[in-house]
């Protein structure tokens, strides 16, 4: 699932990529201007009632933190736009970040592939252009239960990890992975609530940052249990743009509550680019396939070096796996050196120096929460 040169280099942040071990790299933040959010909740097949408690909390949300909404869901007449806001990417630009709220469409295979998705094909085109010049992704609870006909979308929600069952409602506790990011950073290290809990086709964690688990030895998973690593809100750069997902949301009670909304928010701040941390979900995933490509494309990447680099990056990732940070931290080092003594190219070498730095603020950030 490896994405282009173009749109991996399009997802950099802006400004310099120093090229110190722990470097940010952010974009200057925007927090103190006023920026626009389009919320999503229209649906094609089931729809969730608590689809207008979302809609309304990202809109108070919204008030409390400085970003205005637009709504496009024709099942809510007293706020929906008058017509689809997927009308071409530069009109979406407008939107800093778009959060989808359970956009079922009824896509669900093997008998909805033919169905029509949520977003038609000139649409999509729209949106897959937006995401490519930058823009953002929240996907809340059934989001990842749309378009499953569109493997775009499933890359973006991440991993294709759709949704497949669900067990009763019930308490369950999710375990907070990495608190490194905004949307984490402002939960417990252990979180119980009474929700409905998803299982996925996939498991998206080989190419995307997951940030909160659940724990399946705390409730009845029920059939399609996806067992002791069951991801459940993640984060990564896509094709371009910025994209988080919580499955958290069923309930109209869930928008109500305070942490939730806390979690929510850094979702959307972090996808609008108007917060930053933890190196900003850039993963092992990404900066291997960043090496990879420009090898394969040949000139500015020459084939010792690209090898030099990946081994160095595949050893710190296993390290990371293992929980030891500080030789994934010696080894993001050692590739990082490399990055700069053999692309002799000063801009692919700024480039792949500081996705490096991202792995080593995200490492380093781990080490220092003592995850």
Not at 48 to 68: K, L, M, P, R, W
Not at 153 to 169: E, I, T
Not at 261 to 282: F, K, M, N, Y
Request: aromatic content about 8%; overall charge negative.
């Amino acid at each position: 699932m490896k994405r282009s040169i173009r749109h991996l280099i399009a997802g950099l942040s802006g400004g310099a990529l120093a090229l110190g071990l722990v470097a940010a790299t952010a974009p200057a933040s925007q927090a103190d201007d006023e920026y626009q959010v389009l919320v999503v909740g229209k649906t094609l097949g089931f729809r969730h009632s608590s689809i207008d408690e979302g809609t309304q909390a990202v809109i108070e949300i919204g008030q409390a933190n400085g970003f205005t909404v637009d709504v496009w869901d024709p099942a809510q007449p007293g706020v929906t736009l008058p017509s689809t806001p997927f009308t071409s990417a530069e009109d979406l630009a407008k939107y800093a970040t778009v959060v989808f709220i359970s956009t079922v469409d009824g896509t669900n295979p093997p008998f909805g592939l033919n169905r029509p998705s949520l977003l038609d094909a000139d649409e999509l085109a729209a949106y897959q252009g937006y995401i490519q010049n930058g823009g953002g992704y929240v996907g809340v609870h059934g989001a990842s239960d749309s378009m499953h006909n569109r493997p775009w979308y499933g890359g973006l929600v991440g991993g294709n990890a759709y949704f497949r069952n669900h067990p009763a409602q019930q308490n369950a506790t999710l375990v907070v992975e990495d608190p490194t990011h905004p949307s984490s950073a402002v939960l417990p290290a252990e979180w119980t609530l009474f929700e409905e809990w998803y299982n996925f086709t996939n498991n998206p964690r080989e190419v995307v940052r997951v940030l909160l688990t659940l724990d399946e030895s705390s409730y009845n998973p029920g059939s399609g249990a996806m067992g002791e690593d069951h991801p459940y809100v993640w984060c990564h750069n896509y094709d371009g743009g910025r994209s988080w997902y919580s499955a958290l949301g069923h309930r109209e009670g869930t928008f109500a509550d305070p942490l939730f909304r806390d979690h929510l928010l850094g979702g959307i701040e972090w996808t609008a680019g108007v917060t930053s941390g933890g190196g900003d979900c850039v993963t092992f995933y990404e900066v291997g396939n960043l090496v990879d490509d420009l090898a394969a494309a040949g000139g500015v990447l020459n084939e010792v070096a690209a090898k030099n680099i990946a081994k160095h990056l595949e050893m710190a990732e296993a390290a990371a796996d293992a929980g030891d940070r500080n030789l994934a931290l010696d080894e993001l080092h050692v590739a990082q050196v490399l990055a700069g003594a053999l692309i002799p190219d000063s801009a692919t070498s700024d480039l792949i120096a500081g996705k490096i730095a991202d792995l080593a603020e995200w490492q380093q950030g781990l080490a220092d929460a003592g995850a």
